[in-house]
């Protein structure tokens, strides 16, 4: 590939250490100039590097780190590792078992070839599909802070309706990260200095006035793994919808999450509830969940759950159909986690209570 830019597409070093040590003092050395990247199965960094895009000086593969187990917890909770590839999580016992929300929105995503590829850490740092980030011709803030955002007046068909910035009007594409947010997933990361936790709603940033930065995650920290607390209560009724422009192999114009814990009354006893596709981080507000605790599951319900979780959505012009697209989803997610979770044969699962 011709430059004609004076970036570097080839990064001047590769390592691949099996120690998480040794790949940690490598990252260390991204403070400064030298931007050395991890990178897992690259399905997205290597994108990124044909377009001189990200243009790395050094790479440090994580594959052989001790980073690819999926472990129960003591506490029926689940530790999913960062190398762990989005196929081996989706299809693993546990996840299925416990965390099919999880499972479905993974096996929404890309194709059995990407997902054979694609690990768990690089699924929550895969960058935005906004077209004018992808084309250097054009400005984007994203790509060149202060460079102005052609989205904006532009075509916004795939855009935010929630959280955007006059700066950015960018969506964050994960199918992974609705449900992970939606099941209150902590992210444990490390560096030299230390091993920390983020929850994971602090994990995604929304644009603000520096887009550039996607994350919390500093340049120097390496994903260790995704632990999630015990939800085995929203096993029975869960459902993950994605709504794009061809059934397979595309990113969501708009996908939900939805996970109930339906009391032997018949009644809500928790709710869960995240919508994708439609900002800068997946999208999740306790309001929404509030409105269904203690109701009947039913229409009147679902409409005011959906009401709270699309509240203060702006139109960016060519996306307002995205509004009323994303309450509508929302009902049929949770009309369909109601009736029961399907598994990934497509069977109803056992119901271990019968609601009266
Ligand atoms: C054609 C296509 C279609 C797709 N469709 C979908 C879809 O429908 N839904 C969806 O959710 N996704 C989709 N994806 C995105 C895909 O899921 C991601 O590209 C993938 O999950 C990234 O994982 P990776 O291991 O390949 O990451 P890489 O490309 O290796 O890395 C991505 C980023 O993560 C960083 N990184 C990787 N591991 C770590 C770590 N342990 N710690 C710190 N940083 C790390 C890298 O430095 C890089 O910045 C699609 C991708 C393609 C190419
Ligand atoms: S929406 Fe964000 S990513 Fe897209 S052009 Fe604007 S600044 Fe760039």
New binding site residues.
Partial sequence: MGSGHGARMIPATYQRPDSIAYALQALAGSIGSNDT???????????LMKLQL?TPGALVD?NRLP?DRIEAREDGGLRLG??AR?ADTAWHPLVERDYPLLSAAML????PQ?RN???N???L??RTRCTYFYDRATPCNKREPGSGCSAIGGLTRHHAILGASEHCIATH?????VALAALDAVVHVASVRGEREIPFADFHRLPGDTPDVDTS?AAD???LRIELPPAARFAAHSAYLKVRERLS????LVSVAAALDIAPDGTIRAARLALGSVAHKPWRVAAAEAVLEGARPGAEAFAAAAEALVQGAVSQGQNAFKIPLARRTVIRALETAARGTVDNQGSSRPQPETPA
């Fill in positions: 990247r991890p990178i897992a199965g690259g399905t997205n960094l290597l994108d990200v994580v980073l960062a190398t989005n929404a995503a890309a194709s990407i590829m694609a690990s850490g690089g699924n740092l895969q594409p994960s199918d992974m990260c995650l920290e390496l994903i192999y595309a990113f969501a």
